[in-house]
């Protein structure tokens, strides 16, 4: 079975300052996905950005970059220039890209404060 | 819709009753997923429908717990003789097929079994 970790239950910025979220996951699997969501005291979980393993490039949307190590089984968020609308809980998620992975397994979450 | 929509949004009831959670998910996704976040946790996976069958239904804590879909819509989670330890925010998600594409969450129901 697939495991996510995210080893800082708590992070902190400071506005327009870049900061970086972990995340590590165990998989015997070559072929998977995986995502960095935000969750706001709204509930909504709403998606970040994605990587596919086979891509070696890692993605980028706007602010928002990750450094994938696949061999190290390392998948970071790097937030820039952060602004108030970037507090919330961020989970990391993998899922199997074969037709049998659909479900995402998520890590236990990094609560991101942003300060003024 | 325009997005996975779920009612209620908050529920609260006495330990032992029987609650019905809903999800309506965006109109021609065939995938939808249940999962389960407890206070301050990540999220849980509970059950998995593709179309009206449920292939994969391996995360449901317990025989209590139920879900059905119909006409490849609507969803519906049933916990019966709830518990104190089945309070919890339940989240529902739809994606256009099982595979590689986004899932799209609704915003939850809270339900909070005293």
Redesign the interface.
Known sequence: AQTVTQSQPEMSVQEAETVTLSCTYDTSESDYYLFWYKQPPSRQMILVIRQEAYKQQNATENRFSVNFQKAAKSFSLKISDSQLGDAAMYFCAYRSAGTSGSRLTFGEGTQLTVNP | GAGVSQSPSNKVTEKGKDVELRCDPISGHT?L?W?RQSL??????LI?F?GNSA??KS?LPSDRFSAERTGGSVSTLTIQRTQQEDSA?Y?C?SSLW???T??F????T?LTVV
């Open positions: 995938a997923y999962y301050g946790q990540g999220l849980e996976f998995y593709q292939p994969d995360g925010v989240l998600a099982q595979g590689n986004e899932a969450f609704g915003q939850g809270r």
